[in-house]
Every structure is written in C-alpha cells, then in structure tokens.
C-alpha cells in the first residue's frame, strides 16, 4: 500500500525521491513485516495517491534501521511543501511476511557451497550479473547460516547447477546487513533471462578476526597485520583509505583513524598477503565485512613493498 506515518497526531506521506527496497523493508519491519519485496511510487504499484502533509524525502536507509526514524533524511515536511511536491510522487511498498533461509549446496565441505534461498515455499539460486556478486554480499549470506565472515564469493556455477529456480534477482549488499532482505535488490521469484547468471557460491568462516599494528614508534600506530588462518599477514595498499584505517583502528578499541598510511610506511611485513582492494565504507564493525578481492586473492603487482 501507499506508505503514511503518523506525526504528532496527523497522517502524512513520503515522498517517494531516493525511495528505495532498503527504505521499504525498514517501513515493512514497522510494521511486523520480515522484508520488502517491492518499492517504488504508491501510484506504479497500483496504490491510490494520498492526501495531508508530506513528512519525509529523501531517506536514506541502510535496511537494518528498526524504525525510520534512525534513517538519515534531506527532506522535511517543510522543504516538502516549500518545493510543491505533489502527492503523486507518495512512496509505495509491498512487505512479505515470511522469513528468507539460507543453504550452501554441493561443496566438499557444509561452509561452502552453492547459495540457495527459500522464498515462497521453493529453494532458489542467486540471479545476477558476474561483476555484481562479490564479497560483500558473501558475507551477508554466511552471517545467515552463522558464520563470522566470507572468504571468498564464488562465480557462477562453481558448485554445479541448481534447479533453475531463481529466489533473488541482483542483490547488492553494503556487507554489514545481517540478512540478505536487508540489501537492495531487483526483485524476488524472476527468472533469470540469458545475458545474466545464476548459481553463485560462497565460502564461510567461524572464525574471528585479529588485527595488529607493527613497526610504529607508538602503540597506536603501525602497519596494518590480520591475523587469518592460523597466520600473521599483510593488507595491499591499493584502494587503502581513511575508510578502510577507521575499521582497522575501531577493531583494536580506538575511535577512528588519524590517517591512512600507504607503500609500505612502517616497513615491509612479511608472509602472506591477505587482503587486497580493500573498500570500507567506514561503518564496518570489522575489516571482514568490507569489500575486497577475497582472503589470500590479490593482484600480481601487490607485494610487500
């Protein structure tokens, strides 16, 4: 239905700019609702237009918000009116009840696998493009199955083919969302048409994550070392921002980072190379959680220098 919020006593609507399946599934959530399966203007979704003030625009959820009013907005009802908004622009979702599983299917072991979700009473496989299946949205998977993190996100077909059945159509995760409803997505139950792939894998991990600093003059400074595998190893400096060092310094009990120090600054490390392309977007409560190529993948041009 068309989505209205009661503010100090009067409905109003949302006006449906930047009005997204992330925004949706927090309105869903609200409402008992596990997730949202369709997001878009009241009137597309077949939804008469509302009546009353506009209260928000341009939210900016993250998906795992329990109420919109934790979500960042750039509209209030004042700008709304200022700018003539009209109610044909009122915001619209559709909310499923029923909770999304998850289940790795033909590895040699039970962390790995093909991912497969249960919607609407059918197991399905992950329908997307090649470049859009990647780590971030691993990980969101192996924390449904209880797992720490990804260690890597697999291409399609690498286990083998599923039924041809597709649950999920183009999800695209931050990597922090705890259920992959949280993410935005395209759609539920479409089928997936020949340009695109399906049958996408992962791998997962129990294991937690350390991280240390070494070869600085102080304890608060240093190169960056995770500790993964029952080994010490290094961060490739390519992509390695302020976003990326906020994470790493948040994990060793710091508020946030002062800089990012890139090539080497604290002298070479040694053994293996864990990381590389490493992308924070600096609200991760843990380096496994951002993107990057994968655990042990890096480019042959990243070295220890």
């Excluded at 878009?40 to 009546?51: D, M, Q, T, V």
């Excluded at 609200?283 to 480019?299: A, D, Q």
Aim: hydrophobic share 30%.
């Amino acid at each position: 239905g068309r989505v209205e919020l009661n503010v100090n006593g009067e409905w109003g609507t949302i006006i449906d700019r930047s009005w997204d399946i992330r925004d949706a599934t927090v309105i869903c959530r609200m409402l008992g609702y596990e997730f949202a399966l369709q997001a878009g203007k009241a009137s597309s979704l077949g939804f008469e237009s509302g009546r009353g003030p506009f209260w928000f625009g341009f939210l900016n959820c993250l998906g795992a918000e329990k109420s919109i009013a934790d979500c960042d907005t750039y509209i209030t009802s004042l700008y709304a009116q200022y700018y003539y908004f009209s109610h044909s622009r009122d915001a619209g979702v559709v909310c499923y009840a029923d909770k999304i599983k998850a289940r790795l299917v033909g590895g040699i072991q039970p962390n790995e696998g093909r991912v497969e979700l249960y919607y609407n009473n059918v197991w399905g496989s992950v329908c997307s493009y090649y470049w859009e299946w990647d780590i971030r949205e691993a990980n969101v998977v192996c924390k449904m199955l209880g797992y720490s993190f990804a260690i890597r996100a697999w291409a399609a077909g690498q286990f083998g083919e599923g039924s041809g059945t597709t649950s999920v159509y183009r999800p695209q995760c931050i990597g922090t969302e705890s259920n992959i409803t949280e993410c935005s997505q395209s759609g539920w139950g479409i089928s997936c048409s020949s340009s695109m792939y399906r049958d996408f894998g992962a791998e997962c991990t129990s294991n937690n994550l350390n991280v240390r600093l070494s070869g600085g003059s102080d304890h608060n400074e240093g190169r960056v070392e995770v500790y993964f595998n029952n080994a010490w190893g290094t961060i490739c400096d390519s992509s390695w921002d302020i976003y990326d060092a906020n994470v790493v310094c948040r994990m060793l009990g710091y508020s946030s980072a002062l800089l990012a120090r890139p090539s080497s600054y604290y002298g070479e490390g040694s053994g293996p190379i864990w990381l590389d392309s490493v992308g924070c977007t600096g609200r991760e409560s843990s380096i496994g959680e951002c993107y990057h190529l994968g655990w042990g993948v890096h480019s042959s041009s990243c070295n220890h220098r």
